[in-house]
């Protein structure tokens, strides 16, 4: 608080004191006595000093400066930075943890999908399509292989994920290095977010073809899609808005 502020709620507490204990009366005045003559007395005015009050310093408090390990050495510190986001084990007991990260934002900006570094997170089931004649569609059925992961990322706080990515940023700086890339994180990791915001959500049916082998999709705007789109398209409306909705929340943390 203030030391003027402080003063006046003091000043204002006294009156409000005062007028408790003298009541109304106070204001009529005394009695009036007899009319006396009486010679004024000049008097000196006493100088009265000027008392200034000091205002108080605010100290900031500095906040302690964590010294990073190099590259090689990051992944136990890595780890303990993450321990508080209660991450499956099968995400994070990897080796390489900080060039792992700086393959997937090297890739995912370009709007690749890293499928060697992300293969572990592959979801467990097969892709199931529905006929109807001569037409293919999407089964629902299988958005839901990618449900537990919207649940996981989910309760994650997106401020202490911006906290930790700007933390680790020397960190990914040296591992893009490694592989030629000297572009700055914030703005690869914003533009990995913004291919995602820019996925579909998509209503309905969705149909596909076959070629060959693989599906694809019979609506040439979404096989237009860059390979990172595509993969976050097999995870279904919803969880497109749910992965869109937190990204977004990131984004804005990271900024």
Request: proline share 8%; glycine share 8%; net charge negative.
């Amino acid at each position: 608080m203030r030391i003027p502020y402080l003063i006046g709620g003091l000043t204002l507490a006294v009156l409000v004191i005062v007028l408790v204990q003298y009541g109304p009366d106070w204001f009529a005045g005394p009695e009036l006595e007899p009319e006396v003559t009486v010679t004024p007395i000049e008097v000196p005015e006493a100088e009265v000093p000027l008392v200034r009050v000091p205002t108080p310093e605010v100290v900031a408090r500095a906040e302690p400066e964590i010294e990073l390990p190099g590259l090689d050495d990051s992944d136990g510190f890595v780890l303990g930075q993450l321990a508080s986001f209660d991450l499956p084990e099968l995400w994070i007991q990897r080796e390489d943890l900080m060039r792992r990260l700086a393959v997937v934002v090297d890739n995912a900006g370009k709007g690749q999908y890293p499928r060697r570094q992300l293969g572990f997170l592959a979801p467990t089931g097969v892709f199931k399509v529905r006929r109807s004649g001569a037409e293919i569609f999407v089964d629902p059925v299988s958005y839901s292989r990618y449900d537990t992961y919207l649940d996981i990322i989910e309760k994650i706080d997106p401020e202490l994920l911006a906290e930790s990515l700007m933390l680790f940023e020397p960190l990914l700086l040296d591992g893009l290095a490694e592989l030629g890339n000297r572009q700055g994180v914030g703005e690869q990791i914003d533009a990995a977010i913004g291919q995602v915001l820019a996925v579909p959500v998509l209503q309905g049916d969705v149909r596909l073809v076959q070629p060959k082998v693989f599906y694809q999709y019979a609506d040439a705007k979404l096989e237009a899609l860059s390979p990172l789109q595509k993969q976050v398209l097999r995870a279904g409306p919803i969880n497109v808005a749910r992965l869109q909705r937190y990204l977004a929340s990131l984004r804005d943390a990271l900024r």
